[in-house]
């Protein structure tokens, strides 16, 4: 394989033209680095336009921004879906990175010892392009992932993956079921609620964490940037106090407090929901926890406790797969859950030059980690 650190011959190809793919972009181009972004869709930003339309960012504007472009102070604190999508649009442009939409990359693999490049990349219309080194910024929310639960096929009502949720209209006056208390479970469930839906239960498997997004003006996402290198247990503690003074106790309402500690879970990958409203709607009775889905039999839901519902339509927000095995799977460079071991600037040892930015869900916010490690790949690609 080519020293992807004295190769200057091939560009560093970079796939995906979402946040991290433009952030490593440009942190490349800074460090008078040649990339070249590639992208499946015709346009940037292609995951956020599809976004739910009420959808702003958990983190604050300050500390979303991604390297060499702040996003404009007219943007608000929380920033909407449409104003991610033009920040996005302009840093492409303020940056003059060179992208090159409409080609998928299907496999990567070590390129011949003749082509002078280190990685061949296998695209749409036959494509083979040579590159010194390749980041993988394909995006942590890549592929809609819906449960195999019995009975599914024969579900009789409207089932979605959260997905290809936009907004409540066609709710409006239905019985919805939203199995998954995630962020997005939980922010739809308000959603449908506000839009007229005539019931809104949220199926709930695992009791989440649920923190204010913002108390007395201090957002949950600097506390997180403060407490991720302390001791988890410490974390764990200072969490549950935090959460009884804080948060009210649901448990009358279904929804009672996690048996966990906060910190815990985050390591596990379980980032805690930033209450945009759930919890008012819980206490008033407006969003009804009720227990997992387990299984569908015609147009009912059958739950874990035994329940038999019969909703109109299920909202599954039940997380997402990185979808990462056929481009390297066959490199070694996965853990068992489909996701990159190394990160940021560094590579493994058996696939040197072959970078990931964007597939880690920090509490510090994924915006600002993105930029952190892309400035980190970039310096590790000039160096030589």
């Not at 102070?73 to 033009?86: H, K, L, T």
């Amino acid at each position: 394989m080519a020293n992807t650190t004295t190769d200057r011959h091939h560009p560093v190809y970079v796939i995906g033209g979402g946040p991290g793919g433009l952030a490593a972009a440009a942190a490349l181009r800074e460090q008078g680095v040649r990339a070249v972004v590639l992208e499946k869709s015709d346009a940037v930003g292609a995951s956020w336009r599809g976004h739910y339309d009420r959808l702003h960012l958990h983190t604050t504007r300050r500390l979303s921004g991604l390297p060499g472009l702040a996003m404009p102070r007219a943007f608000g604190r929380w920033v909407s879906r449409d104003n991610v999508v033009r920040y996005l649009e302009k840093y492409a442009e303020f940056h003059e990175l060179e992208i090159v939409t409409g080609v998928e990359v299907s496999r990567i693999e070590p390129g011949p010892r003749e082509s002078g490049g280190s990685w061949l990349l296998h695209a749409t219309g036959g494509r083979q392009l040579t590159g010194s080194a390749v980041v993988v910024a394909t995006g942590y929310n890549h592929t809609p992932y819906v449960p195999e639960w019995p009975g599914r096929d024969s579900y009789t009502g409207d089932l979605t993956h959260a997905r290809h949720y936009r907004n409540p209209r066609p709710y409006e006056g239905k019985d919805v079921l939203v199995v998954g208390t995630g962020n997005t479970g939980a922010e739809i469930a308000v959603d449908l609620v506000e839009g007229g839906a005539s019931r809104v239960r949220l199926a709930v498997r695992t009791v989440p964490h649920i923190v204010r997004r913002s108390t007395a003006g201090w957002p949950a996402q600097r506390t997180g940037i403060l407490v991720r290198r302390l001791p988890v247990r410490l974390v764990d503690r200072v969490g549950r106090l935090v959460s009884r003074i804080s948060v009210p106790d649901l448990t009358q309402h279904g929804l009672p407090r996690p048996d966990t500690g906060l910190y815990s879970r985050v390591k596990d990958g379980a980032i805690p929901v930033q209450d945009v409203g759930l919890l008012d709607a819980v206490r008033a009775g407006k969003v009804e926890p009720v227990a997992a889905l387990d299984s569908f039999e015609g147009g009912k839901a059958v739950l874990a406790d035994g329940t038999v519902i019969s909703p109109d339509a299920v909202i599954s927000a039940t997380g997402y797969r990185r979808a990462l095995e056929g481009l390297v799977g066959h490199l070694g460079v996965l853990d068992e859950r489909g996701t990159p071991v190394p990160h940021g600037g560094r590579a493994s040892a058996q696939a040197p030059g072959l970078y990931f930015v964007g597939f880690t869900n920090p509490i510090s916010g994924m915006l600002r980690e993105m930029a952190i490690d892309a400035r980190k790949i970039a310096r590790s690609l000039s160096r030589g």
